[in-house]
């Protein structure tokens, strides 16, 4: 059932406070009771009950995210073959080209990163594994559209919209879906600045043997550090490579 008449109201007053702390390195009970508009008293009583659990660390008179949070990340990622198969793989794209290589996975019509690891000297951008962005801003997003099923895309779009992360976002339903369909033509997603201003990436699928998608490969880099040919011919077929032979791992899984 999804029945907001079953939801815990103070379990929900829990994660937002969580929610709260993320976005910031350490908080205060008045300052994060002033962000959520809730009673000190009430954000004091869940910090302390999360202390003591040891999910939120004290520091004086600021509060943060303890580090028994990895746990649960490293183990729900874990669960992933794709995760275990796919982490060289990027690690290998990454060392070859010099550049950003991430894994990605879609939840709940988010793009989220599994993993990232970088080569050379690239210069990295905000995204870690566990970074949630909208799928329409990367070429890894774009990829993972396009591999599902139509309706899904189309409950993506009325939940979540098309928002501009910058100037060169496709924010055009008509214009997003006709480029989805050219991904699946060519087998790969180009991205030129949608996420992050001047920031270039190429994505490639990787499926199950039933032709469902599980995940997408990607590499990223400055616009200036990857030549047109280099971006739109040599990089796709060497991610399609790493792609394919992902794939091929997971039938032995």
Not at 70 to 97: C, H, M, T, W
Not at 165 to 171: G, S
């Amino acid at each position: 059932m999804d029945n907001s008449a079953n939801r815990v109201s103070t379990t929900g007053k829990t994660f937002e406070i969580l929610e709260a702390l993320k976005g910031r390195e350490a908080g205060r009970i008045t300052d994060l009771a002033a962000d959520l508009d809730l009673n000190k008293s009430v954000v004091y009583n869940h910090l302390m009950t999360l202390r003591d659990a040891g999910y939120v660390v004290k520091d004086g008179d600021t509060y943060r995210l303890g580090l028994k949070f990895l746990d649960f990340g490293s183990n729900a990622r874990g669960v992933l073959d794709v995760y275990d198969v796919g982490k060289p793989k990027v690690n290998q794209l990454a060392d070859e080209i010099g550049v950003v290589s991430s894994l990605m996975v879609e939840e709940r019509g988010e793009g989220v990163y599994l993993y990232r690891t970088r080569g050379g000297q690239t210069i990295e951008h905000q995204a870690h594994a566990g970074y949630r962005t909208p799928l329409h801003t990367t070429a890894s997003g774009k990829v993972l559209l396009a591999y599902m099923d139509d309706e899904r895309v189309e409950s993506i779009i009325d939940e979540r919209g098309l928002p501009a992360a910058t100037p060169e976002t496709v924010t055009d339903r008509d214009e997003l879906l006709a480029e989805l369909e050219t991904v699946r033509d060519r087998g790969y997603a180009l991205a030129e600045g949608e996420n992050v201003a001047g920031l270039r990436a190429v994505a490639a699928p990787i499926q199950s043997q039933r032709g469902d998608i599980l995940g997408a490969i990607s590499v990223s880099a400055q616009a200036n550090q990857i030549s047109d040919d280099h971006f739109e011919n040599e990089i796709p077929n060497v991610i399609r490579n790493a792609t394919n032979a992902i794939e091929l791992d997971l039938k032995s899984w």
